[in-house]
């Protein structure tokens, strides 16, 4: 990076995200990883790469460690709100993903999106360290019930099931929900591409109400309490599209500088979590 990037800084229910409006390139995976990384840079879960369309919007969402992922919930809400914020649509927007296209609304201090899925598989699984649900709802889940949230090794147990042989070779991110009554969820979520807990999860809300309701647990319509101390709002019906409404605000707007990206390597024995 030669000169400055124009860029907006959002945050959706805690997911926090480095936009950019019709960039003239696309950042490489190193610059990604450079960005994201918090204290040294300007730190996000991840990089949204937002442009305008014909009929709305198109939006690619990076991972903090450079990849590209097929869908994230909480970044299309961001994106979904910065395009209105731009006035390139009033109440209604269609937003395209790599998923396919979803309809976004805007809501004053929400976003609603309805999500292209009508049947999601879900199949139980166990390993050495847990047992739960998987399900795919555009990117892989593994949904975890657990009865103490803040007792749970989030960090330690998150980054064993992401890279557990039983979800090879894509991995998975991993969901720990308590649940409070049939309609009400605590959330924390281990996030592939991240490699670490995020403060939300909006593709983890909506796999473990799909996962809640298939086993039981949990009826719609749904609260679901993130660690950033956000909710998200779930509908599901069978047979039907998904609904999701929760907060999606702008946080800052500015410039990245040369000194966002040539950062010093990150040494073997920094922090990474719970220990044990």
């Known amino acids: 990076m030669t000169r400055p990037v124009p860029f907006f800084k959002m945050s959706g229910a805690g997911n926090d995200f480095i936009v950019l409006v019709e960039p003239e390139a696309p950042p490489s995976p190193s610059t990604v990883r450079a960005w ?12 949204i790469l937002l442009s305008r369309q014909p ?18 919930v909480n970044g299309s809400r961001c994106a979904a709100r910065l395009a209105f914020h731009l006035d390139w649509a009033q109440s209604r927007l269609d937003l395209d993903t790599a998923s396919g296209r979803i309809d976004a609304y805007d809501e004053d201090d929400r976003i609603r999106l309805v999500l292209p ?3 999601i598989e879900v199949t139980p699984f166990t390993t050495d360290e ?3 649900f998987f399900c795919s709802v555009g990117v892989p889940h593994a949904v975890v019930w657990v009865e103490d949230l803040a007792a749970t090794p989030v960090a330690r147990l998150g980054a064993r099931l992401r890279h557990h042989r039983h979800f090879a070779p894509a991995g998975v991110n991993v969901d720990f929900a ?17 490699e670490a807990e995020t403060l939300a999860c909006g593709s ?13 647990r949990l009826a719609s319509p749904l609260r679901i309490d993130t660690a950033g101390g956000a909710s998200l709002h ?6 039907q599209a998904i609904v999701i409404r929760g907060e999606a605000r702008i946080v800052a707007t500015g410039e990245l500088m040369p000194g966002a990206v040539d950062l010093p390597a990150a040494p073997s024995w920094g922090p990474s979590g719970e220990a044990g």
């Open 55 to 72: 009929t709305g919007a198109r939006m690619v969402h990076l991972n903090a460690d450079g990849s590209e992922s097929e869908l994230c």
């Open 178 to 194: 308590h649940v409070v009554d049939a309609h009400h969820v605590e959330l924390r979520t281990f996030e592939r591409g991240v």
């Open 234 to 239: 779930v509908e599901l019906e069978p047979g």
């Open 204 to 216: 983890g809300a909506v796999a473990t109400a799909v996962v809640g309701q298939h086993t039981g």
């Open 36 to 47: 994201c990384r918090r204290g040294m840079s300007l730190g996000a879960d991840g990089i």
């Open 130 to 132: 847990a047992t739960g």
């Open 117 to 119: 899925f009508e049947h």
